[in-house]
Structures are given as structure tokens and as C-alpha cells.
């Protein structure tokens, strides 16, 4: 399995992290990778990648906020223009609606009868293979809802050493968890423990009180005691730049396991 972040920033992107995309192959040079979540500035991110949204025929969503379904019809237009006219769309329920709703904006009406589009919903703890991974989901805890996912494969082949690649190796085999949106609490962290490797929600530093996502002394607190291999941080306010030193830090306080901040374009393999 390969994962690549494609956006790491929030619902306030800064000019090196877009909205929040990640793409996972279930194995590297996959021609059939999943793309998870679909914000802003992702089909731009998946334009410099290979295999690049032209092969992205499956979209899975955690949830319906702006910043994670924002670039949705964009790449359907994309794909389309490309000569690839199916996309499946996957998410929380309600997601039917949502797709429904945008594409009755008029200015996509020139889509219907030419593009192929597709939906399912999956409910919290559902487990359905999709894109040759077996997937299981959970839910967070967010203003909406929002759900966690598992990912497992067959097995990997070890970390790429190419560009963007993230340098130390997780080693082959595992499965990968990522969070979604979500307040740090014991049922995502039960829900990752085992996995290899978990992308998670840490929006803010420590003095910044708000709900619905964990500052890091909060997702240490969670993760604590959790047979994790490695945390990627992401999800990134601006409120966090230049402070990423502090925020390992203080979720390295509670947690000992490998604590990294991702960023656009990082990917790893297991």
C-alpha cells in the first residue's frame, strides 16, 4: 500500500497545503487508486502525481464539510474532458444528497447523460473493499458526521525512495488509519491501535480551545499507551505554522511512538 498527502491544510489553506486529499494505492503504480476526500486544491496535488486524476475513478469521503468535497465536480469535469467518464463516489450517508445537490447547479447540467456517476453510502462500522483495499469505518466525533476508515492490503513492498517519499521506512505490511475530522477520544484511538501508521486531525496548538478537533496535548493524552508505530500529523491550521517543533512535542508527551507533520506531496509505503 502507498499513501500520498495531497493536501494537508484546513478550511484556511496556506500556500503549501492545500484542503484535504490523500491518495492510497493498494500498491505502488496502482492505475487504480483511491482518493480520499476531495478539497480544494487536491486536483491540482493529483495533476502532479502519477498516476494523476485521470486514473482516480473511486472518491471515498469521511465527511461533507466544504474542504473535503470542495474539488468534487471539478475532477469529475476533469476526468471527463480527459476521456474518462465514470466516477464512483463513496461516503457517510447523506453523501447521495450531496452529490445530487451539486450537480443541480445549472452551470453542471452540461454533465448529465455524459459523465457516469455513481454513490454509495457506508454506515460506521462497515467494512467493504474498494480499490483493492479492504476498508473498515468508524465514526468521529465532529459537528458532522464524519467517519474514520482502515485500510489493509495483501502487503507492501517497503518506502519508495523517490522525491516526496518520507525517509525513514515503515517497513512492508500493515494497515493504515486515517482519522478524518475529529476531537481526540478513546474510540479512534481503540478504532488505530495496531495499525502501523494513523493520520490525524491536530488542527491547533494547545491554547486554542475549540471543539470538534484535538489540540496535540489532547491526541497524545488519546494515543497514549496505543501500539502505533507512526502518527502523521495534518488537518493544519495556519495557527500552527512555525510552531511544529512544539506540537511534536507535546503529543510526544503523552504518546511514544513516532510523531511526524505531513505535507503536501509526502508519501510512504507499507
Request: charged letters at 25%; proline letters at 4%.
Amino acid at each position: 500500500m502507498r499513501v500520498t498527502f495531497l493536501g494537508t491544510g484546513s478550511a484556511m489553506p496556506i500556500a503549501d497545503r492545500v484542503q484535504t486529499g490523500l491518495l492510497v494505492e493498494a500498491a505502488p503504480g496502482d492505475r487504480s487508486p483511491l482518493l480520499v476526500d476531495c478539497g480544494a486544491g487536491v486536483l491540482h496535488r493529483l495533476s502532479q502525481t502519477d498516476p494523476g486524476y485521470e486514473a482516480v475513478s473511486t472518491v471515498l469521503l469521511t465527511h461533507h464539510h466544504l474542504d473535503h468535497v470542495s474539488d468534487l465536480l471539478s475532477l469529475l469535469k476533469a476526468r471527463w474532458l480527459a476521456g474518462e467518464e465514470r466516477l464512483h463516489v463513496v461516503g457517510p450517508p447523506g453523501t447521495k444528497a450531496l452529490v445530487d445537490d451539486l450537480l443541480s447547479v445549472g452551470e453542471f447540467e452540461y454533465l448529465d447523460g455524459r459523465a457516469e456517476l455513481s454513490v454509495r453510502e457506508v454506515h460506521p462500522g462497515a467494512a467493504f473493499s474498494l480499490a483493492g483495499l479492504e476498508v473498515e469505518a468508524y465514526e468521529t466525533r465532529h459537528s458532522k458526521q464524519c467517519l474514520a476508515y482502515r485500510f489493509a492490503d495483501a502487503g507492501g513492498a517497503g518506502d519508495d525512495a523517490g522525491d516526496g517519499s518520507d525517509g525513514a521506512g515503515t517497513g512492508p505490511g500493515g494497515e493504515f488509519v486515517f482519522s478524518g475530522d475529529s476531537e481526540a477520544f478513546d474510540g479512534v484511538a481503540d478504532f488505530a491501535d495496531g495499525a502501523r501508521v494513523l493520520a490525524h486531525d491536530c488542527s491547533f496548538p494547545d491554547e486554542v480551545d475549540v471543539d470538534n478537533h484535538p489540540t496535540p496535548a489532547q491526541l497524545g493524552e488519546a494515543l497514549a499507551g496505543r501500539d502505533i508505530d507512526r502518527v502523521y500529523l495534518t488537518h493544519l491550521y495556519p495557527h500552527t505554522e512555525g510552531r511544529h517543533d512544539e506540537i511534536l512535542a507535546s503529543v510526544g508527551a503523552h504518546f511514544d511512538g513516532d510523531v511526524r507533520v505531513a505535507r503536501d506531496g509526502l508519501r510512504f509505503e507499507l
